[in-house]
């Protein structure tokens, strides 16, 4: 193991109920945050951004059709979405491709004051968090 990844994460696999849905919604989210596609098959496909990949499958195996973010297990994940304004662009486009914006009468510091982001929810109930790059404080008077 490279011990530079020692850590890191290395992929995320999500069950989804459909795949072709799921294609459509994380292929948006997922591209336009900088992965390519590198795997598509039948019931599933894959997304890497340098060493880490993401997986959406639609196994047979799947005890229901709806991801509970609020149930244990997996609430969010949370991405680095660059500036302030690429994460307000995605929030505009999201709905277009399957998301649709979560607490948006606190947006963008529902996460606090100091915290620019959006929560967005899929319509598998999959929620993503895009943060905004934070600019540094350090040295400065």
Partial sequence: MDENLAGALHHVELW???IERATVEWGWLLST???SMEQ??????SWR???TYIVTEESPAMSSEQHQRTAPGLN???FHAGT?????????????HGWQ???AEKYPHAGGAD?????????????IELVAAVTSTIGSD
């Fill in 16 to 18: 989804v109920p459909s």
């Fill in 33 to 35: 945050l900088g992965y």
């Fill in 101 to 103: 914006q979560l607490f």
């Fill in 49 to 51: 951004r340098g060493s």
């Fill in 76 to 78: 969010h994940l949370a």
């Fill in 40 to 45: 598509n098959w039948g019931k599933g496909a």
């Fill in 84 to 96: 302030k304004d690429m994460v307000d662009a995605l929030v505009e486009d999201a709905s277009a």
């Fill in 115 to 127: 915290h620019y982001a959006a929560y967005l929810v899929n319509s598998d109930g999959f929620e």
